[in-house]
């Protein structure tokens, strides 16, 4: 069982910055590709940035060249550093842990954390 615990979600100004944390409890992280997830009002959840074990990461297009997914196996946690933020990047932000086996994703084996509320306006 992963415990996981969001912060750093606040109000920003369009254009402005800010890091999210995801602490990992009850495991290590090294065994889970770890992501970002966001849910903007009346919208599906839709994935935001993932980083593998190895660093490798995968990105949303629209936040490409904005937001920096990484993660710190020592602290057992995760971050994403969000930038030249938009009124659009308003949401929840959800962190997911998803077990690994290799380079296979096992879906069964997965936890999310409670969220936290990012919103971008002047």
């Known amino acids: 069982q992963v415990q996981l615990v969001e912060s750093g979600g606040g109000l920003v100004q369009p254009g402005g910055s800010l890091r999210l944390s995801c602490a990992a409890s009850?495991?290590?992280?090294?065994?889970?590709?770890m992501g970002w997830y966001r849910q903007a009002l009346g919208k599906q959840r839709e994935l935001v940035a993932t980083?593998?074990?190895?660093?490798?990461?995968n990105y949303a297009d629209s936040v490409k060249g904005r937001f920096t997914i990484s993660r710190d196996n020592a602290k057992n946690t995760a971050y994403l550093q969000m930038n030249s933020l938009e009124a659009e990047d308003t949401a929840v932000y959800y962190c997911?842990?998803?077990?690994?086996?290799?380079?296979?994703?096992?879906?069964?084996?997965?936890?999310w954390g409670q969220g936290t509320q990012v919103t971008v306006s002047s």
């Open positions: 997911n842990a998803r077990r690994m086996m290799g380079l296979t994703l096992i879906t069964s084996d997965e936890y």
């Open positions: 009850g495991s290590t992280i090294s065994h889970y590709r």
């Open positions: 980083i593998i074990n190895s660093g490798s990461t």
